[in-house]
Structure formats: C-alpha cells, structure tokens
C-alpha cells in the first residue's frame, strides 16, 4: 500500500510533474499503468525523475485525466490533432474516448448557427444571434422599435418562425425561450 502513495517526479518533454503512483497506475492497461506498476521499464534522470519523451504541456492533460477521470480543457483549445496522438500513446482507452467525443461535440457546435427569441421579466422581446442573420428576418426587424413587444410578437409569430426556417433553421426548444439552429 506504502508504495500506491509513493511520490513520483516526471519529466516530460522537458516539464516537470509531481504525482503519485497510484494516479499514474489508475488504467492499469494503459502504458503509464504497464510503466509504474513494474510491468514495463522506465528511465530516470540524474535526480531521479522519470523521463518520458513525449509533449510536456499535452501531459498535463493526461494527467488531470487519470486524477479525476474526466478531461478539461481550456476554452478555444485548438492542438487537438497533438492531444489525440498523445493519448493513443499512453493507451488509456477512457480517455481516448473522451477526446475523441468532445472533439466532435465541441467541433459540431462550432458548425452550428443558433438564433434564440425570448422575453425578460418585462415582457421585452428580445433575440440573439448573429447580426447579418437577424437582418435577414424581416418579421423581427419590424418588432424593433415597436412598444407592442409581446402582443407584436405573439401576431406575427407564424410569420417570423417561417422566415426563420425558410434560412434553413430548425426549432430546438418549443417552450420559451424558443430556440432554432442550423448547421453552417
């Protein structure tokens, strides 16, 4: 049990990471599972460090991976193509299948336009999406300015749903807010 505990240093590619060996040994079929529980043999530096030659900044991906077992990523993560190859080399099956589903997740969303309609606590009509988008929807420009918000909207609210789907969208959500997307 003593040895589950035991501090491990690494340097990958050159960054240094402090863990233990029970986080390294999570996936045990993986190569950092094969690696630290003595299945597979491993390298160390002059001050003991375990030396792995791969991405130093990826790994740190990896490593919060087989701490929590699920992946985060920043916001605008772009190295995918580096983060994939990274992890089919440490084999660790879970996290392969986690890149690989938010990497077309997050890819889809990325191809997809969305156009919300709503009313705030006031009863102000109010809509998002991109601008050159809502200018193509005659129904909506005709609300702005109006004080008829509500009423306006629920009159001529066929109008705008058709003009919307006529652009290609599709309605998401039928309950307030009502919400459409279309993929790019």
Not at 96 to 105: D, E, F, M, S, Y
Request: contains cysteine.
């Amino acid at each position: 049990m003593a040895m589950e505990n035991e501090v491990i240093k690494l340097d990958v590619g050159g960054s240094l990471y402090t863990t233990s060996r029970s986080t390294l040994t999570r996936y045990p079929n993986s190569m950092l599972g094969k690696m630290f529980s003595g299945q597979n043999s491993t390298a160390c530096d002059e001050r003991g460090r375990y030396v792995i030659d791969c991405d130093g900044p990826i790994f740190r991906y990896v490593l919060n991976f087989l701490r929590r077992s699920t992946l985060d990523l920043p916001e605008g993560f772009k190295e995918w193509d580096l983060l994939i190859n990274e992890v089919i080399f440490y084999q660790i099956h879970e996290l392969i299948i986690a890149v690989t589903l938010l990497r077309k997740q997050i890819c889809t969303i990325q191809e997809t336009e969305f156009i919300e309609i709503g009313f705030r606590h006031n009863n102000d009509l109010y809509y998002l999406g991109k601008q050159e988008t809502l200018k193509e929807i005659p129904g909506l420009n005709t609300i702005i300015g109006t004080q008829r918000g509500v009423d306006f909207f629920e009159d001529s609210r066929m109008l705008i749903f058709q003009q919307i789907t006529s652009l290609g969208f599709e309605m998401v959500n039928t309950t307030r807010p009502w919400l459409f997307k279309r993929k790019l």
